[in-house]
């Protein structure tokens, strides 16, 4: 054998016994990563399994005409997401129709919202050439939903302060692009430096006291939960509640529930609900939203999170949808 040929047979030796090497550790984990998994998915299943025991046997309401009590006398965070956790999955209406529209599916269909087409609900049912006005607050870049709106012939609103597009901006699909966020008061720059506004002032600058709002989105996330809680106490000091047809709101719950503070603002959420339910709104349809769990375990669902949520720092989400059924006029502001 020549030097050279050495070499070549002795670069093969090592780079077999290399690889083999390498097989035989990359083997090794992949076993004890397939045992982890596999302990994994039998606790998720079990999960599961109880999940929809207890899903089964939930009693759904049928049809309108409910008359949600008043929260009773507060006893504990336990008690109290028992409470919520039943009025979200109690359907207080059954919308015969409905679309389910717009979501990213990479994302789990993150942003898809329920539309009720029922007549009562959707004037272009009865009126084809209606323009409705939906107005959506908390667009996080995803349009999804608002451009099938728009594409339906509403005229259409989005509004998010966070992000980095320009004010007034239009989309092919005809949405308006505002760079103002909901809040309780009117501000031009807040300590964001974001420009924030109430539901009656925007009605107002935007020209539209006189119109109906056909479909109020809000979908606002924040560290501690999201804004809807203002939103809904705006719409019942001010009675603008008589003017909106439908509603969809993702509702953010912040754990720990033993928080006394964090307690407070899920009581405050079941408690506006309730309000909104005495005066004619009914809910409809409920999501879970466990999508950013479901990317690392394909398994996950909100019991997961119920069960955790009352002692750590969870969150619970639900996309929840409602109809009015006392819409007493347009929007008058
Ligand atoms: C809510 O809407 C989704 C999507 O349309 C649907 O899959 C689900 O069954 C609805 N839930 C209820 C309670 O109507």
Redesign the pocket.
């Known amino acids: 054998m020549s030097s050279s040929n050495k070499v070549i047979v002795l670069f093969g030796i090592c780079f077999t016994v290399l690889t083999f090497g390498i097989m035989l550790n990359y083997m090794g984990k992949m076993d004890s990563q397939m045992a982890s998994f596999k302990r994994a998915v039998t606790i998720e299943l079990n999960n599961y399994k109880v999940y929809f025991e207890v899903e089964k046997k939930r009693k759904?309401a049928e049809l309108p005409h409910v008359d949600i009590p008043l929260p009773k006398e507060v006893v504990g965070p336990e008690e109290e997401l028992e409470r919520m956790w039943n009025y979200v999955y109690t359907?207080q209406y059954k919308c015969t129709t409905?679309k389910?529209l717009g979501g990213r599916p990479k994302e789990f269909m993150d942003g898809a919202y329920?539309l009720c087409v029922e007549p009562q609900f959707w004037e272009r049912a009865q009126n084809p050439g209606y323009t409705c006005l939906m107005y959506s607050f908390g667009v996080g870049y995803d349009f999804s939903f608002d451009d099938e709106m728009a594409r339906l012939g509403c005229e259409v609103h989005s509004f998010d302060p966070s992000m980095h597009y320009e004010d007034g901006m239009v989309r092919k699909s005809g949405v308006i692009f505002h760079k103002i966020g909901i809040s309780t008061v009117d501000i031009e720059k807040d300590s964001n430096g974001w420009k924030m506004r109430t539901l009656k002032t925007l009605l107002k600058e935007l020209g539209h006291s006189g119109k109906y709002l056909d479909y109020l989105k809000v979908d606002t996330d924040a560290p501690e939960g999201g804004f809807e809680d203002a939103i809904m106490q705006e719409l019942l000091d001010t009675g603008l509640h008589q003017c909106v047809r439908q509603y969809a709101m993702e509702i953010h719950i912040a754990g720990p529930l033993n928080m006394p503070k964090k307690l407070e603002r899920m009581r405050k959420i079941h408690k506006q609900m309730t309000d909104l339910n005495s005066h004619g709104w009914r809910l409809?349809?409920?999501?879970d939203n466990v999508r950013s769990m479901l990317k690392h375990n394909p398994n996950a669902n909100q019991l997961m999170n119920k069960k955790t949520i009352v002692k750590d720092q969870r969150m619970i989400f639900w996309e929840t949808a409602f109809v009015n059924l006392e819409v007493k006029g347009p929007c008058s502001v």
């Open positions: 759904l359907m409905s389910y329920d409809y349809n409920t999501t």
